[in-house]
């Protein structure tokens, strides 16, 4: 599968980019070598490989979760655009059901 500049600059356009000539000929040099590399890796033969084993589980380095205090609360809610008492105010993103 091979990726023309012209399609390039079709999918540019979707999201109303402009690409020059020169951009899309680039581009495409760039994506058709990523989508060749994935060529090579869906060839490789994975049979028998485990898709979930994972050597480095073992020498993952666990450290001790120490509780702390931390007395930078003022300093960040000095900086909020909005505040109301010790947490930051923001918009409402989530809407009411009127069920």
Not at 21 to 31: F, K, N, T, V
Not at 68 to 88: H, I, K, N, V, Y
Request: charged share 35%; proline share 6%.
């Amino acid at each position: 599968m091979t990726i023309s500049s012209e399609e390039i600059r079709y999918i540019a356009n979707l999201p109303r980019l402009q690409v020059s000539p020169d951009e899309a000929e680039s581009q495409g040099r760039d994506l058709n070598g990523i989508l060749a590399h994935f060529e090579r890796l869906k060839n490789l033969d994975l049979s028998g490989i485990d898709p979930f084993a994972r050597e480095d589980l073992e020498t993952t380095p666990w450290r001790q979760d120490i509780v702390q205090t931390w007395d930078g609360r003022e300093e960040a809610l000095s900086q909020a655009p909005r505040r109301d008492g010790d947490f930051f105010r923001v918009p409402r993103i989530l809407e009411e059901n009127d069920e």
